[in-house]
T-cell receptor
């Protein structure tokens, strides 16, 4: 059972465009993390959001945690080829275990 | 600091063979994890160790065993490999139990 649904599963856009990817659940999480994974490598932590409604920015990436702490979004402004990768969200429901989404594969074309 | 290291990077096994995947971290983290990643399915937790001396089953533990050798090292053993265990295996560690740091992965093929 996939408790965290990510959409879209795949996105291919031109350099300079904006995009948003979503991470949705019917469950409440104590925190939610976003990771980026490049081919042949392990996931790398980008950000953790904890408070409902929280917004965090990492350069051109904006992360938002839903008010009810059940969903999150990642918005990229003026996408660049270096943003290409698999974006994974993961929700924490208890210590030591994360619930993972299946990922959004993002390709930014020059 | 090397972070999380995994060996080997690639492995091909025949059905029924056994092998151990090694993982070590130099960040003094208490908790360590083993995941498998299959296309379209995200990361699935196999086993985890919340602290040295403890191990617990995750979502997909069947066919695997683990050993938390010391605070730094956490190994994953396949006793009798099956084609369904063809996957990419990741080790991760964490200080908080939530924010996790991953190794580069082991790509395993079972024929």
């Amino acid at each position: 059972t996939q408790l965290l649904e990510q959409s879209p599963q795949f996105l291919s856009i031109q350099e300079g465009e904006n995009l948003t990817v979503y991470c949705n659940s019917s469950s409440v999480f104590s925190s939610l993390q976003w990771y980026r994974q490049e081919p042949g490598e392990g996931p790398v932590l980008l950000v953790t959001v904890v408070t409902g409604g929280e917004v965090k920015k990492l350069k051109r990436l904006t992360f938002q945690f839903g008010d009810a702490r059940k969903d999150s979004s990642l918005h990229i402004t003026a996408a660049q080829p270096g943003d290409t990768g698999l974006y994974l969200c993961a929700g924490a429901r208890s210590n030591y275990q994360l619930i993972w989404g299946a990922g959004t594969k993002l390709i930014i074309k020059p | 600091n090397a972070g999380v290291t995994q060996t080997p990077k690639f492995q091909v096994l025949k059905t029924g063979q056994s092998m151990t995947l090694q993982c070590a971290q130099d960040m003094n983290h208490n908790s360590m994890y083993w995941y498998r990643q299959d296309p379209g399915m995200g990361l699935r937790l196999i086993y985890y160790s919340a602290s040295e001396g403890t191990t617990d089953k995750g979502e997909v533990p069947n066919g695997y065993n683990v050993s938390r050798l010391n605070k730094r090292e956490f190994s994953l053993r396949l006793e009798s490999a099956a084609p369904s265990q063809t996957s990419v295996y990741f080790c991760a560690s964490s200080w908080t139990g939530v924010e996790q740091y991953f190794g580069p992965g082991t790509r395993l093929t079972v024929t």
